[in-house]
């Protein structure tokens, strides 16, 4: 397995608050694999995301991307956030302008790219998010599953290696999940890593090849769905397994 | 506000040079200003007010509902010039006073010359503004400041204002009618006290917003300043010609007035 992104020890905390919110994170993730990341609210998932292009800086531990101990020089961070791809959970948070054409145009243009490519990756990246039509409507006159869309288009026309979202979903219709799901099995046949938050079973069932859970600021698994999914004492412990049980009845006995 | 944005991202010249449309406004500004005849604002508006209805297709009741907004203010500040209130008779000033109780009002000639002024270049200045504002999104304004080269920070002031409106006034909308659907505002006192709480909550919102922006700019590599791609135009130079006319007709209005009809009260 080669590890695209990897925690060692990270500890971070937020200023005034008593208890970290990543206290000694650990994990390797493989390259170009679904990466479902679960967890309660609270237990440290924006945080470990923000970590993932260097928003955050951890206080002490090391992030490795590719091999690389992080940088925190602004070329490196430069190069770091072409490479990996972060949306937000809420697209209002990440639309600044009220132009959409001009909004997806802000990341290649930090990338310092010709006017021609911008408009061409901009045009793709629109393309690939169903939101060409779109691009010439004021940002705020979209629903929220436009918007979200928007703001995948906004960062996958960076062409990022990582797609990192952050509970994405959570407040989308299942057409609109759907058609979010398309594109991200598009992104995975071109070989990208693509990691997910999210609360919903099927989700890591069905979708993810790969699975990390987090509680209290640690990573107390990673793995494939399969071993997760039949490790009961893991579910018992984490409370998954009382949660997911009544989603679905038949979980987990039947692959126990 | 929003009905002048729907308007801006959905006219017949949407499309045209935003220089154009621009250069028509600023032209017409100037000239009311400069020329400061009764009549030549009235024509400013009259040409504004055709312009905006047959050349972009904006409803003539949208633009009268805008321009009147301004018209009453407008019309608040000339009473004060054109009539005055006094306690002492003014009849040594001017034959045009009436009594009523202790009050002495008075008015004149030229007072209501200047009120006339007042109002009809007021008219056609904010015609011209309007017509600005009711064909032009603020996106292809803050990419017409760009090329005029000014300053970035401004332009990007502009940008995050702008959206920010909006993003505000929804947070706004859905604090208000939570508030609502909790019997917040179901008495005076309780209305008072809760506005008071979403105005502090609202601050706190905005400053949380603005946090998770920058961090989710950062994301996208920025560095200092907001770059984003410049829109297409349509290669239409119909605008940019009709400003000259406009332009022309506005003097040849001033001209005549004066040289030719010369005293009439209204040129």
Redesign the interface.
Known sequence: MKPILEFEDVHYYYPGQKRSALQGFSIALPVGEKIAVVGRNGSGKSTFFLHCNGLYRPQSGVVRFDWQPMAYNRRSLQLLRQRVGLVFQNADDQLFSASVAQDISFGPLNLGLSDVEVRRRVQAAAELCEVADLLERPTHALSSGEKARVALAGVLAMEPEVLVSDELMASLDPWVRLRIFDILQQLHDQGKTILMATHDLSVVRYWASFVVVMEAGQAVFCGSPQRLLTDRPLLEKTGLARVWWRVEPSFPNEEG | MHII?RYA?NNRIRNVEPAHKASLSLMVLLLCLMLNKPLVGLVAAGWMFLLAVGLAGIPARTFGRVLLAETTFLILTTIGVAFSISTRDPGSITDWAWQLGPFWFSSSPDSLYYGLVLVTRALGCASAMNFLALTT???DLVDLFRRWRVPPLLIDLM??I??FI??LL?SLDRMYMAQDSRLGYHSYRRGMISAGLLGSRLFIDAYQ?SQ??Q?????????SE????P?RYKDDRTVLWVSVAVAVSLLLVWAVGNWVIGNWIIV
Do not use: K, W
Not at chain 2, 215 to 223: K, N, P, V
Not at chain 2, 226 to 229: E, G, I, Q, S
């Open positions: 944005d991202y999104p603020l996106v940008t995050v702008y959206r909006f993003v929804e917003r998770r922006l961090i989710a700019l950062e994301s996208r590599g920025y560095t907001l770059r984003t791609l829109s």
